[in-house]
């Protein structure tokens, strides 16, 4: 069975502790790996795609890394503003319609 | 910048009946989605559709469930006959293209089924 799990299920950080979050898979092919940001009561927010393994990708604070079993979200000097839900999901090879499978996600609390 | 609507932002409805969730997915989009989130739980995929037809459905999305573009822009998914386990955040999502392509998402319907 196809999965995407996420560690930790929550993090707490002081301002400019920098961190990593996991998203590990387990699926028959990888066709991308996203990567979105929830805030309480909102939509996913789209960060970022990974197509390939050693693919890496930067915005602001944030870096997001594929392997060929995971991906990490590099968090560097966060600020409270980056406190949110941080989720993974992925896009499977074979999937008729380009569903995403999304882990439980990580919650980040960026403390001042 | 173009943007997923969603309306309404709060349903509230007894058991039994039927709602309808709307979206305005981003214009030049093709693909169109609904995701729901239960309280405290991962997002799960409901429906993909493209052209008119249901591309992929999950397990979730029985004969209670169905989906409609009614015009050029409006997105639906109704629910027939709402059960409590119904109530969750209602994601509509939309993509340009196919695959991997970037999915756009709503800020969500918050359903309560009473």
């Known amino acids: 069975e196809d999965q995407v799990t996420q560690s930790p299920e929550a993090l707490r950080l002081q301002e400019g502790e920098s961190s990593s979050l996991n998203c590990s898979y387990t699926?028959?092919?990888?066709?991308?790996l996203f990567w979105y940001r929830q805030d309480p009561g909102k939509g996913p927010e789209f960060l970022f795609t990974?197509?390939?393994a050693g693919e890496e990708k930067e915005k602001e604070r944030l870096k997001a890394t594929l392997t060929k079993k995971e991906s990490f979200l590099h968090i560097t000097a966060p600020k409270p503003e980056d406190s949110a839900t941080y989720l993974c999901?992925?896009?499977?090879?074979?999937?008729?319609?380009?569903?995403?499978?999304f882990g439980g996600g990580t919650r980040v609390l960026v403390k001042p | 910048e173009p943007e997923v609507t969603q309306t309404p932002s709060h349903q509230v409805t007894q058991m039994g009946q039927e709602v309808i969730l709307r979206c305005v997915p981003i214009?030049?989009?093709?693909?169109f989605y609904w995701y729901r989130q239960i309280l405290g739980q991962k997002v799960e995929f409901l429906v993909s559709?493209?052209?008119?037809?249901?591309?992929?459905k999950s397990e979730i999305f029985d004969d209670q469930f169905s989906v409609e573009r009614p015009d050029g822009s409006n997105f639906t998914l109704k629910i027939r006959s709402t059960k409590l386990e119904d109530s969750a955040m209602y994601f509509c999502?939309?993509?340009?293209?196919?695959?991997?392509?970037?999915?756009?998402f709503g800020p969500g319907t918050r359903l309560t089924v009473l």
């Open positions: 990974l197509y390939s």
């Open positions: 699926v028959s092919g990888l066709r991308g």
């Open positions: 214009s030049n989009h093709l693909y």
């Open positions: 999901a992925a896009v499977i090879k074979g999937a008729a319609g380009n569903k995403l499978t």
């Open positions: 999502a939309s993509s340009r293209g196919t695959g991997a392509d970037t999915q756009y």
């Open positions: 559709f493209y052209n008119n037809e249901i591309s992929e």
